[in-house]
């Protein structure tokens, strides 16, 4: 790999950034000062920037508590986006793995890897995601029967695949979908007359929401929590 490449991947150096420090004699390579974007690394090459030995940024897995009045983009638009909310290098590769609405709160992914990402949402596989629903009305008696029989969504030509419906208390209930749908949850809970107040994800496939991340708060994930997400799940939307 070139000098200038290699800066440019360890840092938030632009590769004009990257020219211009080269330049100035500020990185050394194994002790010795070079001044060459050109210079082709070698394994092993221990390159240092005003003292400090830099490294590639390898790929990230981050598991947020994303907070209410956030959006899944990339960039800010109408509401800040959650990527503000990570204080990582390189920030711009990074991308959430499906999505929520602004005002759901809870569990998102975040990474860099695409293939990764690939995996998780492929529609061949079929992955629990899990919302808590504070609702504006108690439900139906034979709410969780219809949810896990499928419902005709307003604007579809096919019902929901089978869900699962837990009652917590009067005016909030526990909801298990397996796929991801536009705003899905929320239009289920319309499609019985029920207006969600407040939606919480919980969990995605086998991972839950670490109970420690306050709204805002975010953590690596586990090598096991990685390989473990790898294997399940499909499409997803904003619920």
């Given at each position: 790999?070139?000098?200038?490449?290699?800066?440019?991947?360890?840092?938030?150096l632009t590769r004009s950034q990257a020219r211009t420090v080269l330049a100035s004699g500020e990185i050394t390579v194994n002790g010795e000062v070079v001044k060459r974007g050109t210079h082709i690394m070698q394994d092993g090459d221990d390159?240092?920037?005003?003292?400090?030995?830099?490294?590639?940024?390898?790929?990230?897995?981050?598991?947020?508590?994303?907070?209410?009045?956030?959006?899944?983009?990339?960039?800010?638009?109408?509401?800040?986006?959650?990527?503000?909310?990570?204080?990582?290098?390189?920030?711009?590769?990074?991308?959430?793995?499906?999505?929520?609405?602004?005002?759901?709160?809870?569990?998102?992914?975040?990474?860099?890897?695409?293939?990764?990402?690939?995996?998780?949402?492929?529609?061949?596989?079929?992955?629990?995601?899990?919302?808590?629903?504070?609702?504006?009305?108690?439900?139906?008696?034979?709410?969780?029967?219809?949810?896990?029989?499928?419902?005709?969504?307003?604007?579809?030509?096919?019902?929901?695949?089978?869900?699962?419906?837990?009652?917590?208390?009067?005016?909030?209930?526990?909801?298990?979908?397996?796929?991801?749908?536009?705003?899905?949850?929320?239009?289920?809970?319309?499609?019985?007359?029920?207006?969600?107040?407040?939606?919480?994800?919980?969990?995605?496939?086998?991972?839950?929401?670490?109970?420690?991340?306050?709204?805002?708060?975010?953590?690596?994930?586990?090598?096991?929590?990685?390989?473990?997400?790898?294997?399940?799940?499909?499409?997803?939307?904003?619920?």
């Amino acid at each position: 790999m070139r000098l200038d490449k290699y800066l440019c991947e360890s840092t938030d150096l632009t590769r004009s950034q990257a020219r211009t420090v080269l330049a100035s004699g500020e990185i050394t390579v194994n002790g010795e000062v070079v001044k060459r974007g050109t210079h082709i690394m070698q394994d092993g090459d221990d390159v240092q920037w005003e003292g400090e030995s830099l490294a590639i940024i390898g790929l990230r897995y981050i598991m947020l508590n994303k907070p209410a009045g956030y959006e899944c983009s990339l960039r800010n638009s109408q509401h800040p986006s959650v990527m503000s909310l990570i204080d990582v290098d390189k920030r711009d590769r990074l991308h959430t793995v499906g999505r929520l609405d602004v005002e759901t709160t809870g569990l998102i992914l975040i990474t860099d890897d695409g293939q990764w990402t690939h995996r998780i949402i492929s529609p061949r596989h079929r992955c629990d995601k899990v919302y808590l629903a504070t609702l504006a009305e108690t439900l139906p008696q034979n709410a969780g029967e219809l949810f896990l029989a499928g419902v005709l969504l307003e604007g579809e030509d096919k019902p929901t695949l089978p869900a699962v419906l837990e009652r917590v208390d009067e005016r909030s209930a526990r909801l298990t979908i397996q796929e991801g749908k536009y705003h899905q949850v929320r239009r289920m809970f319309a499609s019985l007359g029920n207006l969600v107040l407040a939606l919480h994800r919980e969990r995605i496939g086998p991972v839950s929401l670490d109970a420690d991340l306050q709204p805002g708060e975010s953590r690596y994930l586990t090598p096991a929590e990685v390989a473990a997400l790898a294997q399940s799940s499909d499409g997803d939307a904003p619920a």
